[in-house]
């Protein structure tokens, strides 16, 4: 009895230090992603560098949704995808979602719109989850609010204050609501990314309807060579 | 106990988790922050040296990607430490 008493103690501290570890690896992975805004920095004349910029990003995403497939349907097991939460287990893996929201975001919106909600995904996530760990959901709210618009207004700051701060507003509002927000079938790394991108495309176009004027783009690709 | 508990419980395979993230663990540091680097760089090159300040937030976007990346990096590579000395 006392030696099932001990082993079934080491095994919940293995487990619980592996659970810890898990959480750092996903935070990590998240701020990981912000390296896709190296993107927007490939020179756009030069051929070999067009066709990575136009192939390489969907290509990720086609092998992340083929091996979730795979692990789905048993075919590789989900031992091998470390960082999976247990509730990922029967479900598709949020880094499928996270990366088709990237996707989503590089091949169809402005840079000006995509670039605030990659940040709010890859760094506002993790620190909305850090600040869930230690304070109340009221804080929660208020604090991911902020951080998230803080992306908004580094990035529109070449705008008009009004536009920036409505900008700021309704992109900081989608963003903790996309975070917030939980449903099964669809993870919060895509709504977190996607839903401001949507009601800042409405903006956009009523900017353009009514011939305000928008921001140019924000980074500008470099010169081949280096 | 569930299944994926009884999976922990053999040493095997939490050797296997380890590696698998100490496999990806470089990638996942170091190339953040040389995209922050390439970012202060463009801004230095062209916005700085040329007095152009519309470069100026890709040296903002760059100490974001770097700091952003560090703040959860020390922690990572601190659990990734003790979880090695324990195994």
Known sequence: MVKVRQRLSETRNKINSIDFDAHWYRRVFHTFGTVFLFYYLLPDDVDWILFLKDWLPPFIVILAITLEILRLKGKISSSHFFGLRLYEKNRVGSYVFFGMGILLLLRFFPQQIAIPCILCACLGDPIIGEIRRYYEKKYVYILGFLVCMLFFMITWFKADIWLLLLVSIIGGFGAIIGEIKKFWWLDDDFTIQILPAILLSIVWLIAINYSIELPGEIILPAVWPW | ?????????????????????????PLLVVLPF????????EWYIHGLAYGDHSYDIELVLGIIIIFG??????????SLRELSKKK
């Not at chain 2, 990346?69 to 601190?78: E, G, L, Q, R, Y």
Request: aromatic share 14%; hydrophobic share 55%.
């Open chain 2, 1 to 25: 106990m569930n299944k994926s508990m009884k999976y922990l419980e053999k040493e095997k395979n939490i050797s296997k988790i380890i590696r698998a993230e100490i496999f990806f663990a």
């Open chain 2, 69 to 78: 990346n560090i703040i959860f990096d020390v922690p990572f590579i601190k």
């Open chain 2, 34 to 41: 040389l995209v922050g680097i390439a970012f202060i760089n």
